[in-house]
């Protein structure tokens, strides 16, 4: 089958850092996605990791354990925009995206 | 660069009248193209996608269907709407990136749906 599992939400606090884990099984697995969705709007994109390993874009790094099936996104110094929902995808075949439902990250002064 | 289309932004239809939402992508060529349906306070599920030209797969049973008339345009359809066809539709574009077979995902506005 084909299951994706991250937290439901979290909280941290401005200017701290948080780390949103995300395990995965599918078949096909070519990659995987993070999201940031903001409430009544369209994910935009962060990340795509198809090598295991880190990959860092300024405040948000993703990290892919294939052998694992697992992945995390990495906010540092976090702002009270990062507030969020978070979503993680690990890409099948022909570019299907299976979703993990989101976690919904609120930043607290 | 690539953008994406869609339209309405919302939409408020009674039940049993259709549907029909549209996507367009500019910018780039056979893209393979998705549509997705977020619930309220739920993930995103994925409906359809094609990688060309008539060519459409479905990954959900339901009383929805899509169609892609042209390379970068694709149409999501019902005859009679449901109450639980109620969502935020979201149409993606992806193209093949990188050495390594595979695509990076980008996604549209979206489309607010109210069925009432």
């Known amino acids: 089958g084909q299951n994706i599992d991250q937290p439901t939400e979290m909280t941290a606090t401005e200017g701290a850092i948080v780390q949103i884990n995300c395990t995965y099984q599918?078949?096909?697995?070519?990659?995987l996605f993070w999201y940031q969705q903001h409430a009544g709007e369209a994910p935009t994109f962060l990340s795509y990791?198809?090598?295991?390993g880190l990959e860092e874009k300024g405040r948000f790094s993703s990290f892919l354990s294939r052998s694992k099936g697992y992945s995390y996104l990495l906010l540092k110094e976090l702002q009270m925009k990062d507030s969020a929902s978070y979503l993680c995808?690990?890409?099948?075949?022909?570019?299907?995206?299976?979703f993990g439902q989101g976690t919904e990250l609120s930043v607290k002064p | 660069s690539q953008t994406i289309h869609q339209w309405p932004a919302t939409l408020v239809q009674p039940v049993g009248s259709p549907l029909s939402l549209e996507c367009t992508v500019e910018?780039?060529?056979?893209?393979?193209l998705y549509w997705y349906r977020q619930a309220a306070g739920r993930g995103l599920q994925l409906l359809f996608y094609?990688?060309?030209?008539?060519?459409i797969s479905s990954e959900v049973p339901q009383n929805l269907s899509a169609s892609r008339p042209q390379d970068r345009q694709f149409i999501l359809s019902s005859k009679k709407l449901l109450l639980s066809d109620s969502g935020f539709y979201l149409c993606?574009?992806?193209?093949?990136?990188?050495?390594?077979?595979?695509?990076?995902?980008?996604f549209g506005p979206g489309t607010r749906l109210t069925v009432t």
């Open positions: 993606a574009w992806s193209v093949l990136a990188g050495d390594w077979g595979s695509y990076e995902q980008y």
């Open positions: 599918t078949s096909g697995f070519n990659g």
């Open positions: 990791n198809v090598l295991d």
């Open positions: 995808a690990a890409e099948a075949l022909e570019g299907k995206l299976i």
């Open positions: 910018g780039t060529s056979n893209p393979n």
């Open positions: 094609s990688v060309g030209i008539g060519q």
